[in-house]
């Protein structure tokens, strides 16, 4: 099974630039779909963009579309979360997690079974 372990995060000013990083283990990254979720303080976890396994389905949430940007590199094993335009409300822990491909949809963020440990982003001048 792939284990996920993500990094990138720390301290950003508003409207400053981050970029994620999921390094995959353990398996073929290019058998999963890859998720970024996010949790702000006191929130729930919701998930904010999703790319499928061979990169050909992205989806984002309404209010990070046109300023954070996923990909991946399946040689490397990696998925990439790029994030400008940073705002205080991004601020939260960013967990990458993965469900294997081929399910009837791709990026179903409800089937997502594998999990990183999170890396904290903080929005803040």
């Known amino acids: 099974q792939v284990q996920l372990v993500e990094s990138g995060g720390g301290l950003v000013q508003p409207g400053g630039s981050l970029r994620l990083s999921c390094l995959a283990s353990g398996a073929t990254l290019s058998y999963y779909d890859v998720a970024w979720f996010r949790q702000a303080p006191g929130k729930e976890r919701e998930g904010i963009s999703c790319i499928s396994s061979v990169a050909d389905y992205t989806d984002y949430i309404d209010s990070v579309k046109g300023r954070f940007t996923i990909s991946r590199d399946n040689v490397k094993s990696e998925v990439y979360l790029q994030m400008i335009g940073m705002k205080p409300e991004d601020t939260g822990v960013y967990f990458c997690?993965?469900?294997?491909?081929?399910?009837?949809?791709?990026?179903?963020?409800?089937?997502?079974?594998?999990w990183g440990k999170g890396a904290l982003v903080a929005v803040s001048s």
């Open positions: 997690a993965a469900h294997t491909r081929g399910l009837t949809t791709p990026c179903r963020y409800s089937a997502m079974n594998y």
